[in-house]
């Protein structure tokens, strides 16, 4: 079972609704009166068809915020045909290095996001290949010296903010990079992920003049990552709920924009407790099926049960069915007790 | 504007809705109370997430729909890996010939689907193309000789019925089947300005079903021969329609109504195969095939034979049930008359 999934069943079950399993279609089952809902991976039953599918577009969300005037990364996308035909340079004229490249469509995890390209040479490999399994590919200023942070919000709500870190190791004056690495992933606590060593953590180490050789004097922080992911070992520090309230406001707006009722936004600033009107802020993306095991199992801070919060809106919904399926659990239990 | 959106932009000012065109997105917005609510083609804001992604997973909403007790085809599912890695014919074990293949998420209008696939060959030739665009197939049995339906469902109700028929032509006894292709082509052409229709393209199905008559496109059909040119019933694939408005048997209704709620799907086109759509389901045989969570409209809308169904009003007056305070506050401030109602308020 997947980790989102089962952190709701766990939930369900606590929370004693008719949850099932569903192995063959591998996702969570909630009847609650005469309506069905289902959990596929982070997916839940909370989002309009209409704004998902407006979130799942990279380019058409920031097109949308872009107007109604909240702050987004200078961008531009690029269709695999296009590339091939007209020049790259022409192509990005409006956009200034360093760059961020990611698909525009279907994309989770970080998978095919490269980070901080410095130069048009690169930029043209990075998406030779990422162009192998991607139509579409959004090419974005890269926005450097910002903290990162996933707010989670339900019914414009905020109910998790999480500071999100790039991988690093820190050094011991004895292990090279590669050595502490592997340590590190030796000794990851459960819900944590590994430290990937791979194109983006090479080019990280040659950025700061390094490579996985190299032995780093002790008490020194070597980055690895530009994307802060935790499926590229990326960490989660939990903040709980606390965040500014005029930025709780102005995030509450955005989503009332996008129509989302569950939401992760991705965003940059200086400090998500400073008020935005003072500092520089961008948001990064709108995730339709945020994941929950960021907050509820961070690497460090306060865990939030969201999923809790979440599973409540259903019994919000039906309140009647959700009494009489708890009374027929009472009345099932009194009967096995009186055999 | 797409056609769809064209229809839901005209519907939602006839009713004085809040809608906005996004030009450079091209998404329509409707804003009620405090809610945004965004229509894209045929997406509409009517279904729910994980709802939606079993609809769009095949495969899974088979599963689904058989666990519940519907029926639908034998199907099996697999990866690029898997058809890597395993034999094809352990990979369909249990299903039986004629077999149909299709991508197993995001395929529209009948795209990469071959139907009635005889052999292994034909079968593996069809999977080795799929899977340069396609990360997963599926396969499942076909069923011959029933009728195909798309059956538009909107919560307790059966709001649009559709026959689908596959691409034919008709014989003249002068024209061969490729001349009389061509000719249906130009008169396609002008219907498709204002009528859900698309070109007959010749590939591998049409090809195939030419032989199974034993004919090829330089054969002359007889006068008023009506000759089958596919077997998938897509428009986008040449099908043709006929609208039956809302003709269903009342059992069929409850039926297909109670498997739109097991997906947890609003608003959903079911593609049914049956006997025939007004016998009862409980004394002929039938299977769901699809779960359409963003069905094409224009097909009831403005379908080329039969009678028009108007939904497009039905499924806009879902949001407006969402929020009547806000609805009518609107109406009220923004119609002819507003001057006036703000001159009574005013007043008290």
């Known amino acids: 079972m997947n980790k989102n999934i089962s952190i709701y069943f766990e939930s369900a079950l606590r929370l004693k609704l008719p949850v099932i399993y569903i192995n063959t279609a591998n996702c969570l089952h909630i009847p609650l009166g005469k309506a069905h809902y289902y959990f596929v991976d982070t997916i839940t039953p909370f989002n309009d068809g209409g704004s998902i599918f407006l979130a799942k577009n990279k380019s058409n969300l920031n097109q949308l915020l872009r107007n109604a005037g909240f702050p987004v990364s200078n961008w531009t996308t690029i269709h695999k045909d296009t590339f091939y035909k007209q020049s790259l340079a022409e192509l990005t004229q409006n956009l200034r290095f360093p760059l961020v490249i990611k698909p525009q469509l279907n994309t989770h995890s970080g998978i095919d996001v490269v980070c901080n390209i410095k130069t048009l040479q690169q930029l043209s490999d990075c998406l030779e290949s990422k162009f192998k399994r991607n139509p579409f590919m959004q090419i974005e200023e890269f926005q450097e010296g910002l903290k990162e942070y996933r707010i989670l919000l339900l019914k414009n709500r905020v109910i998790g903010v999480v500071e ?10 004895q292990h090279t990079i590669e050595q502490l690495i592997i340590n590190n992933n030796q000794k990851m606590a459960k819900n944590s992920y590994p430290i990937l060593i791979n194109a983006e953590c090479q080019q990280c180490l040659m950025d700061q003049n390094l490579n996985l050789n190299c032995i780093p004097v002790k008490g020194k922080t070597i980055r690895l990552q530009y994307a802060v992911n935790r499926a590229h070992g990326g960490r989660a520090i939990s903040l709980g709920k606390k965040i500014h309230s005029q930025n709780a406001k102005i995030l509450s707006n955005i989503t009332r924009l996008i129509g989302l ?30 994941g929950v095991s960021i907050h509820e199992y961070p690497d460090e801070g306060i865990k939030m049960n969201v999923s809790k919060k979440i599973l409540m809106q259903l019994i919000y919904r039906h309140p009647f069915a959700y009494f009489l399926h708890r009374i027929s659990i009472f009345r099932n239990m009194g009967k096995k007790c009186d055999g | 504007m797409d056609r769809n959106m064209r229809l839901f932009y005209q519907a939602a000012q006839q009713l004085g809705l809040m809608v906005k065109y996004h030009a450079d997105i ?73 077999l149909v293949a299709k991508p197993m998420t995001d395929s529209g209008r009948g795209t990469e689907v071959l139907c009635n696939i005889k052999n292994i060959n034909t079968l593996s030739d069809h999977i080795e193309r799929m899977i340069q665009n396609h990360s997963c197939i599926q396969v499942e049995e076909f069923h ?35 001349e009389l292709i061509a000719k249906s082509n130009e008169q396609r052409a002008q219907l498709s300005l204002t009528l859900t229709i698309s070109p007959l393209i010749v590939d591998e ?88 969570f963003n069905p094409d409209l224009t097909i009831h809308e403005i379908p080329n034979r039969g009678k028009k169904a108007k939904v497009i009003n039905k499924l806009l007056l879902q949001l407006i049930y969402r929020h009547p305070f806000s609805y009518v506050y609107h109406l009220c401030m923004h119609s002819r008359w507003s001057i006036y109602i703000k001159m009574i308020f005013c007043s008290i």
């Open chain 1, 164 to 173: 999100r870190r790039e991988s690093c190791v820190i050094g011991d004056g």
């Open chain 2, 205 to 292: 199905e049409y090809m195939d079903c030419l032989a199974e008559q034993n004919l090829t496109l330089q054969s002359i059909p007889d006068l008023g021969e009506k000759i089958r040119l596919c077997y998938t019933v897509n428009t986008g694939r040449g099908g043709e329609i006929y609208s039956h408005g809302k003709q269903i048997h009342p059992l069929n209704v409850e039926y297909l109504c109670r498997a739109a709620k097991t997906i947890g799907l609003t608003y959903v086109g079911l593609d049914v195969i049956c006997e025939d759509i007004n016998l009862p389901f409980n004394q002929t045989n039938w299977v769901i095939i699809e779960a359409n």
């Open chain 2, 26 to 98: 091209a998404y329509l917005s409707i804003i009620l109370g405090k809610k945004n609510y965004y229509f894209h083609r045929t997406i509409t804001p009517l279904n729910k997430g994980a709802s939606i992604f079993i609809a769009k997973n095949k495969y899974k909403l088979n599963k689904i729909l058989e666990a519940s007790g519907f029926p639908v085809p034998k199907a099996v599912a697999f990866t690029a890996n898997d058809y890597e890695e395993q034999s094809l014919s352990d990979l369909i074990q249990g299903l039986r010939f004629p």
């Open chain 2, 144 to 178: 011959q000789h029933f009728k195909e339906y798309r059956i538009l469902v909107l919560k307790k109700r059966v709001i649009g019925v559709v026959e689908r028929f596959g691409a034919s032509v008709i014989g003249d006894g002068k024209h061969s089947i490729e």
């Open chain 1, 261 to 290: 009722d569950l939401v992760g936004l991705d965003l940059l600033c200086e400090d998500i407790n400073k008020p935005f009107s003072q500092t520089k802020w961008f948001i990064i993306e709108a995730n339709l099926g945020p």
